[in-house]
């Protein structure tokens, strides 16, 4: 509930927001049920937010944000290559499982949007997977090889980290599977794979 003593209520609004989404979904979604939950006018959410997708796009800012510092503060400690690609998608991982709210308006319901995302927030959505892409580039640097295009090896290896937090999230994977050793698995076949990717043709040595 929104008080005269509540001094943060853009954060309650989108506290509230993000869990109506995923309850209720994006189309559902109206000023006046977020006013509902709070117990306060709709004019009070206006004074904060144009519209449900200036809400929307908060949350993703949020959310992206978040991620960004996770993996800074990853890739920041004095650990070889194949470690840091090792955690951040742990990190991944772990975002996506502990902020479902958050996870979901970020990869799936975006579609929803009638308005396009700004260049600015594209870019800044996307800063996680630079990263990425600058540790994979890291990594096949320790072979002596330049790798051609980080950033696509990068969006595949995010595509497998999405896809199986996804199908948790959505409870599609079998229960006699246990979690913990399903995520392990995935995550070492994943960096394998771009182990194996490292002798193609795709990369070349990088010059003596």
Same mark, same amino acid.
């Not at 509540?6 to 189309?27: C, F, M």
């Given at each position: 509930?929104?008080?005269?003593?509540?001094?943060?209520?853009?954060?309650?609004?989108?506290?509230?927001?993000?869990?109506?989404?995923?309850?209720?979904?994006?189309?559902?979604?109206?000023?006046?049920?977020?006013?509902?939950?709070?117990?306060?006018?709709?004019?009070?959410?206006?004074?904060?937010?144009?519209?449900?997708?200036?809400?929307?796009?908060?949350?993703?800012?949020?959310?992206?944000?978040?991620? #960004?510092?996770?993996?800074?503060? *990853? %890739?920041?400690?004095?650990?070889?290559? !194949?470690?840091?690609? $090792? +955690?951040?998608? &742990? =990190?991944?991982?772990?975002?996506?499982?502990?902020?479902?709210? #958050?996870?979901?308006?970020?990869? *799936? %319901?975006?579609?929803?949007?009638?308005? !396009?995302?700004?260049? $600015? +927030?594209?870019? &800044? =959505?996307?800063?996680?997977?630079?990263?990425?892409?600058?540790?994979?580039?890291?990594?096949?640097?320790?072979?002596?090889?330049?790798?051609?295009?980080?950033?696509?090896?990068?969006?595949?290896?995010? =595509?497998?980290?999405?896809?199986?937090?996804?199908?948790?999230?959505?409870?599609?994977?079998?229960?006699?599977?246990?979690?913990?050793?399903l995520i392990e698995q995935a995550i070492a076949r994943a960096l394998n794979g771009f182990c194996y990717?490292?002798?193609?043709?795709?990369?070349?040595?990088?010059?003596?």
């Amino acid at each position: 509930m929104l008080t005269p003593t509540t001094t943060d209520y853009r954060r309650q609004i989108l506290d509230v927001a993000r869990h109506l989404l995923i309850e209720d979904g994006y189309k559902n979604l109206s000023m006046r049920k977020i006013a509902r939950q709070l117990a306060c006018s709709q004019g009070t959410i206006y004074l904060y937010f144009k519209n449900k997708d200036d809400i929307f796009y908060a949350l993703i800012d949020e959310g992206t944000e978040q991620l #960004y510092r996770d993996y800074q503060t *990853i %890739l920041t400690a004095p650990n070889a290559p !194949r470690t840091h690609l $090792e +955690q951040i998608c &742990r =990190a991944y991982i772990h975002f996506g499982l502990t902020n479902p709210g #958050y996870y979901e308006t970020m990869y *799936i %319901l975006l579609p929803l949007l009638k308005k !396009r995302f700004s260049q $600015e +927030q594209y870019r &800044r =959505a996307r800063r996680f997977l630079d990263l990425t892409a600058n540790t994979l580039s890291n990594y096949a640097a320790e072979s002596g090889r330049t790798l051609s295009d980080c950033f696509m090896e990068a969006t595949i290896l995010w =595509a497998a980290m999405h896809g199986l937090v996804t199908l948790i999230i959505a409870r599609r994977i079998d229960t006699r599977l246990a979690q913990e050793i399903l995520i392990e698995q995935a995550i070492a076949r994943a960096l394998n794979g771009f182990c194996y990717t490292i002798t193609q043709n795709n990369l070349t040595p990088t010059p003596s």
